[in-house]
């Protein structure tokens, strides 16, 4: 879902941070679609595997381990989009997740998480640490 919205974004020359890059295609989609990309997942051996899809799919895009709710040099820069896709599968994660969006965006941006609700007080957790009201959308 997030790779389809993308391609009906304009994102030539964007600087996308993208966060549990997993297999990286959304990365790959943005970079395809000419933007400045930098995938993190918190994995040496993802990081890999990401670096080898990017080569297998012929685009430029960088791969680099980034632990969330830490701070980190990724995080202080000036990113277009912040990305994530099906990372809110673990309430236990969810403070560290919004944090790391939050230090992310503090030189502006737009963050985008694409998700699939499999289980609403998850996602609810994610919202609340994000300081915002929940709404779920079916």
Same mark, same amino acid.
Not at 20 to 30: H, K, P, Q, R, S
Not at 34 to 46: P, Q, Y
Not at 55 to 62: F, P, S, T, Y
């Given at each position: 879902?997030?790779?389809?919205?993308?391609?009906?974004?304009?994102?030539?020359?964007?600087?996308?941070?993208?966060?549990?890059?997993?297999?990286?295609?959304?990365?790959?989609?943005?970079?395809?679609?000419?933007?400045?990309?930098?995938?993190?997942?918190?994995?040496?051996?993802?990081?890999?595997?990401?670096?080898?899809?990017? $080569? #297998?799919?012929?685009?430029? =895009?960088?791969?680099? %381990? *980034?632990?969330?709710?830490?701070? &980190?040099?990724?995080?202080? /820069?000036?990113?277009?989009?912040?990305?994530?896709?099906?990372?809110?599968?673990?309430?236990?994660?969810?403070?560290?997740?919004?944090?790391?969006? $939050? #230090?992310?965006?503090?030189? =502006?941006?737009?963050? %985008? *998480?694409?998700?699939?609700?499999? &289980?609403?007080?998850?996602? /609810?957790?994610?919202?609340?640490?994000?300081?915002?009201?929940?709404?779920?959308?079916?």
């Amino acid at each position: 879902m997030l790779s389809e919205w993308i391609l009906q974004q304009s994102f030539s020359g964007k600087k996308v941070l993208e966060l549990g890059a997993g297999t990286g295609l959304t990365g790959i989609v943005a970079s395809k679609c000419r933007a400045d990309v930098l995938c993190t997942d918190g994995s040496e051996s993802v990081i890999s595997k990401i670096r080898s899809n990017f $080569a #297998l799919n012929e685009v430029g =895009g960088k791969a680099e %381990i *980034l632990w969330w709710g830490e701070e &980190n040099a990724i995080l202080r /820069e000036t990113w277009d989009y912040i990305l994530g896709a099906d990372i809110t599968y673990d309430d236990e994660i969810c403070s560290s997740l919004a944090k790391t969006y $939050a #230090l992310a965006l503090r030189a =502006g941006g737009i963050g %985008i *998480l694409a998700a699939t609700i499999r &289980n609403e007080q998850t996602l /609810e957790v994610f919202v609340r640490e994000c300081g915002m009201t929940f709404y779920s959308e079916c």
